[in-house]
């Protein structure tokens, strides 16, 4: 495996981010990772939001492979997400890269929308 250069690492780490390779045993194909966790107050605590980008040279990261990623980084159990955002406000630094979000605040509202009223419209 190939590894991240060394001054892109350090300029990573800098802004906090924290890149690494990984390869997925289902594709076998190597996935740039970086990860970052970002502070955010609610209700008067500081939560962390956690965010993973994931990204291949020539395509986008497909389920298997974003999986292993959630699940090698963040465990089985605990929720994530990926959004999508209104294309007006879409960021594109690199063409092939997608990202996970976890937080949690996810715990909590997973465990709400699986309570047997919450989708009923009102």
């Known amino acids: 495996m190939k590894n991240i250069s060394e001054a892109k690492r350090k300029a990573l780490e ?3 981010m924290h890149p690494e390779l990984m390869v997925c045993p289902a594709t ?5 990772v970086i990860s970052s966790v970002h502070e955010y107050v609610k209700d008067g605590k500081t939560m962390n939001l956690l965010h993973i980008s994931v990204s291949l040279k020539n395509r986008n990261p497909n389920w298997d492979e974003m999986c292993f990623v959630k699940e090698k980084l963040l465990g089985d ?3 994530a997400v ?3 955002p209104p294309r007006s406000e879409y960021v594109n630094e690199h063409e092939h890269c997608l990202h996970i979000w976890a937080s949690e605040d996810f715990s ?4 709400r929308m699986g309570e047997k009223d919450y989708w009923r419209t009102k």
């Open 28 to 32: 076998g194909r190597e996935l740039t």
């Open 77 to 79: 159990e605990m929720p």
């Open 108 to 111: 909590e509202l997973w465990r």
């Open 14 to 16: 800098k802004l906090g």
């Open 82 to 84: 990926q959004f999508h």
